[in-house]
C-alpha cells in the first residue's frame, strides 16, 4: 500500500507543479519558477525575478603534441591554475607544466623535479601531485618492475629545483595478500601543515595511514568505503566509516575534532563515490559532486548550495570529478577537473553572473521509470547550452526497487487525463496503449531529417513506425547474444525448439538459475509466443509455461539462489530489465552446459565474447531472432504545452555530443558514433584477462578490425525491438512461479494470469 501511495503522490505532484529534478540523494530544493505552461504575464514574472547564479564555461586547454596528454590540474603556489601533461616517445618520458596566465593562455614550462630521472622512465606512473600544506611540491607514483609495483614519493621545494626520494620504510615492506605477496598499494596522499603524511593503502581497507615528516608510522584513522581525503591545515579530512559524511581528524591531537553529516554522491558510470574538496585560507570547506558546490562555514554545521550542479556538467554520469579549486578575488570562483569515460582531463571554470536570473524561467519536466544515465547525461548538456531552461528529471521509482505496476497505473491515470510530463522515456511503460489512446505526438519532423542525412541506424528507426509516423524512438539499444555451438543457437529460435533439442541431445541447455529468472528471460525473449494485439492466447501461454517448466527441470533450476552467482532470487521476484540475461560464463567456459545469454551494452563487449567463443572449442556466437533492447525510449507528450523546447531537448538525446558518449547502458543509434566507438576500441592496445572457477586461465586482446565489422553487420541486420510491458510480465511471472514451485499446475497458472491480464487490459 505505502508503494502505492508514494506512486500516486509523485505523479499527482508532477502534473501540478515544475519538480526540481534531484539526482540521487540529492537536497530538497525550493522553485521559485512558475507552473509549466502557466500563463503569468511579463510584468509580474520582472517582480519576482532573483538574479544572479554561477554559470559554467568551459576552459580552453593548451595546445598539446600528439604524444602529450594532461593528467592533472593543481593550483600552485602563486594561487594559479596550473596543468600538468606527459609526453611519451618510445622511450622517452617528459613531463611539462602549463600555468594560466589569463583565461585561454597559457604558459609551458619542463618542471626539473619531474624531469630528474627519478619518475620520468616508461616503467613508473605518476598516480598524484599535489603543493603539500606544508608548502612543499609532492609527487606519489608506482614503479613497475620485477619485484611488481612500488609506490614511491619525491618531495620539491620550488618546480625548478631537483627532488629528493623520501624514505618512508612502510613503502618497503611487502605484505602477504592471499598466496602473494605485494608491497602496499599507495593510491592517495596528502601532507599536514606539521609535515606529516597522510597516505591511502589499498590492502588497508577503511584505513587512512598517518606518517611523520621523517617517515615513522604515527596512527591509523579509520574511514569509509572510499579513499578520497583532504587537508587543511594539520586536519584531514575524509569520509566516514558508515559514508554518511565526513570526519575531522586532528594529527596533533590524534582525535577526531568534529563529524558533520552529508549525503555523498556516487557517480553512475564509474561506481565509486564521486566527491572533491578544496579549502579557502580562512577555513571554509567546499565539496563538489554531482548534486553541485557545496559550502560549510570553518565552524558551521550546514552546508549552503552554491552551485547547483543540475544545471551543469557536474551532474553528468559520464563524467568523474577529479579535483575542485576555489579562488577568491573579487568573489568566490571555482575550478573543476573532470574525467571521461577515455579518461581525457575536462577543465570547467564557475563564475557567478549577475546579470541571468537564479533560477532558469522556462523549463520542462522528463518522467521515466527508472533511472537512465543517457537521459541524465543529455539533462546536463542541455542546460549547459540553454542558460534560460531548466529540465526536471524526475525518476519515477528512484532507488526503490520492486514491482513497478502501481507507478505505471498512477502516471497512466495522469497522462490520459492529458497532464503529466512534457517528454516521457517509455522503457517499461505500455507504449502502444498511449499510441492508441493519443497520449503521445508525432516525432517523425525529428526523426526523418536524420534518416535522410543517414545520421541514424536505419533499421533501429525503421522497426517504430506505426501508420508512416514515429511515436518514439530509442535513445540507445541492446542486443542480447547467445554464445554456443551452430546448432544450439539454430535450436533458440522458440521455445519449442529449445524443448526439442533438449530431448534430442539429452545435453544440459544452459546455467542453473532460479525460476524467477528463468522465467524473466524467456518473458523478454519469446513473449510474443503468447501474446499478441488482442491479449494472451490461452492455449499458447499453456504451452509457453509447459516449455519453461522441461527447460527448468533439464538446467535444475531453483527456487532460491545458493550458488553466488548474483542471479535473481528474491522471495518476492519482480520482472527487472538489469538483470536479464546474465549467465554464469565461468561455467560455459568450463563446459558444463551448451549456452552462455549475454547482454551486450557497449562495443567494447564483443571482446569478451569472441575471447569465450574462441576458447570453447566448436563455439560461435549471435543474436536471437533479430531482437533488440531499446532503451531510453522517448516520447512526446501530446498535451505539452512547451512543445518546442522539449523537441529541442529529444534533438539533443540523439545529438552526437550525447550519442559519442559511452555510458555502459546502450550502443548508440546514430551511424557517426557507431563509428566513434569502433575507432576507439582499435586504438585500444590492451590485453585483458579472466580465469574461471574450474581453474582456465584465459588472456585476450581487442577485436579485429574485421570481427568488430562483423559484430556491427550483425546489429544492423537487428529490426525487431523487444517491447516489454512490465505490467503484464510481474502478472505472469507472479502467478507462474507457484506452478514451477509444485504448488498449484500449469492449468491453475494460466487461468488465474489470464483474469488479471484481462482486467488490467479493461482498465
Not at 337 to 366: C, G, R, T
Not at 745 to 753: G, H, P
Request: glycine share 6%.
Amino acid at each position: 500500500m505505502r508503494r502505492r501511495i508514494v506512486a500516486l503522490l509523485l505523479v499527482l505532484v508532477l502534473a501540478c507543479t515544475g519538480l526540481i529534478g534531484c539526482n540521487k540523494g540529492s537536497k530538497e530544493t525550493k522553485s521559485t519558477t512558475a507552473k509549466s505552461g502557466e500563463d503569468t504575464t511579463k510584468k509580474d514574472k520582472d517582480k519576482n525575478i532573483k538574479m544572479g547564479r554561477y554559470v559554467e564555461e568551459k576552459v580552453k586547454l593548451p595546445e598539446l603534441s600528439a604524444d602529450e596528454k594532461v593528467f592533472k590540474m593543481v593550483q600552485n603556489k602563486n594561487k594559479q591554475i596550473e596543468v600538468y601533461t606527459k609526453e611519451v616517445k618510445k622511450s622517452s618520458v617528459n613531463f611539462y607544466s602549463y600555468v594560466q596566465k589569463e583565461a585561454g593562455k597559457w604558459e609551458k614550462s619542463t618542471p626539473k623535479w619531474l624531469n630528474d630521472g627519478k619518475v620520468n622512465k616508461t616503467s613508473n606512473e605518476i598516480e598524484s601531485i599535489l603543493l603539500g600544506q606544508d608548502g612543499n611540491y609532492y609527487a606519489l607514483y608506482l614503479s613497475y618492475g620485477g619485484n611488481g609495483q612500488k609506490a614511491n614519493i619525491i618531495k620539491a621545494e620550488d618546480e625548478t629545483k631537483e627532488s629528493s626520494l623520501l624514505n618512508i620504510p612502510y613503502l618497503n615492506q611487502k605484505v602477504k595478500v592471499g598466496q602473494q605477496a605485494f608491497y602496499p598499494y599507495i593510491r592517495k596522499m596528502e601532507v599536514m601543515k606539521n609535515g606529516n603524511f597522510i597516505l591511502y593503502d589499498g590492502f588497508k581497507n577503511n584505513k587512512l595511514l598517518v606518517f611523520s615528516k621523517d617517515g615513522k608510522k604515527l596512527e591509523d584513522i579509520s574511514i569509509g568505503e572510499e579513499q578520497h581525503l583532504a587537508s587543511f591545515d594539520n586536519d584531514v579530512i575524509s569520509i566516514k566509516e558508515d559514508n554518511s559524511g565526513f570526519a575531522f581528524f586532528n594529527t596533533d591531537t590524534k582525535k577526531i575534532d568534529k563529524t558533520i553529516d552529508y549525503k555523498v554522491a556516487t557517480s553512475d558510470l564509474f561506481d565509486t563515490i564521486n566527491v572533491a574538496y578544496a579549502f579557502k585560507e580562512d577555513g571554509t570547506l567546499f565539496i563538489c559532486d554531482n548534486k553541485g558546490i557545496e559550502r560549510l562555514q570553518k565552524d558551521g554545521t550546514l552546508w549552503e548550495t552554491v552551485v547547483d550542479g543540475q544545471l551543469n556538467s557536474m551532474s553528468m554520469p559520464a563524467l568523474g570529478i577529479d579535483n575542485l579549486i576555489v579562488q577568491d578575488n573579487s568573489g568566490e570562483e571555482f575550478y573543476v577537473s573532470y574525467y571521461s569515460d577515455n579518461n581525457d582531463i575536462q577543465l570547467m571554470h564557475y563564475a557567478f553572473d549577475k546579470n541571468i536570473s537564479s533560477v532558469p524561467q522556462k523549463e520542462i519536466n522528463v518522467y521515466s521509470l527508472k533511472e537512465n544515465k543517457t537521459i541524465r547525461q543529455s539533462v546536463a548538456l542541455y542546460q549547459a547550452k540553454n542558460l534560460d531552461v531548466r529540465v526536471n528529471y524526475v525518476v519515477g521509482m528512484g532507488e526503490e526497487e520492486g514491482n513497478s505496476a502501481d507507478y505505471i497505473r498512477a502516471l497512466n491515470t495522469e497522462l490520459l487525463a492529458g497532464n503529466g510530463a512534457d517528454v516521457l522515456i517509455l522503457d517499461g511503460l505500455p507504449m502502444d496503449s498511449y499510441i492508441e489512446k493519443g497520449v503521445l505526438s508525432d516525432l517523425s519532423d525529428i526523426i526523418k531529417p536524420m534518416e535522410e542525412k543517414n545520421e541514424i541506424l536505419a533499421n533501429i528507426s525503421n522497426a517504430f513506425y506505426k501508420d508512416n509516423k514515429i511515436y518514439c524512438m530509442p535513445t540507445r539499444f541492446s542486443v542480447p547474444i547467445m554464445l554456443g555451438s551452430k546448432e544450439v543457437i539454430n535450436a533458440s529460435d522458440s521455445t519449442n525448439d529449445i524443448v526439442k533439442y533438449i530431448n534430442d541431445t539429452k545435453k544440459v541447455y544452459c546455467g542453473t538459475m532460479t525460476y524467477a529468472q528463468l522465467i524473466c528471460d524467456n518473458l523478454a525473449l519469446y513473449s510474443d509466443e503468447f501474446m499478441n494485439d488482442k491479449g494472451v492466447d490461452k492455449a499458447k501461454l499453456t504451452t509457453f509455461l509447459t516449455n519453461l517448466k522441461a527447460i527448468a527441470d533439464n538446467i535444475k533450476a531453483t527456487e532460491f539462489d545458493e550458488s553466488g552467482n548474483n542471479r535473481q532470487a528474491s522471495k518476492d521476484p519482480y520482472f527487472d530489465m538489469n538483470n536479464l540475461f546474465r549467465s554464469d560464463k565461468s561455467s560455459f567456459l568450463d563446459n558444463k552446459y551448451e549456452t552462455a545469454l549475454l547482454r551486450h551494452d557497449s562495443l567494447t563487449m564483443i571482446n569478451f565474447s569472441l575471447a569465450m567463443s574462441k576458447n570453447r572449442k566448436g563455439s560461435t556466437y549471435n543474436t536471437i531472432n533479430n531482437l533488440f533492447i531499446p532503451t531510453g525510449e522517448v516520447g512526446l507528450n501530446a498535451a505539452s504545452k512547451n512543445k518546442d523546447i522539449a523537441k529541442e531537448f529529444i534533438k539533443m538525446m540523439l545529438s552526437s555530443e550525447v550519442q559519442d558518449t559511452d555510458t555502459f547502458d546502450g550502443f548508440p543509434i546514430t551511424q557517426s558514433s557507431l563509428d566513434k566507438a569502433k575507432e576507439n576500441m582499435l586504438k585500444d592496445t590492451s590485453t585483458y584477462g579472466t580465469s574461471t572457477r574450474g581453474g582456465k586461465e584465459i588472456t585476450f586482446s581487442g577485436a579485429s578490425e574485421s570481427e568488430i565489422n562483423g559484430f556491427i553487420q550483425k546489429i544492423k541486420e537487428l529490426n525487431k525491438p523487444m517491447q516489454i510491458n512490465q505490467v503484464i510480465n510481474n502478472m505472469v511471472l507472479e502467478n507462474a512461479l507457484p506452478y514451477f514451485t509444485g504448488k498449484i499446475d500449469v492449468n491453475q497458472a494460466v487461468d488465474t494470469i489470464l483474469e488479471k491480464v484481462n482486467t488490467y487490459l479493461e482498465e
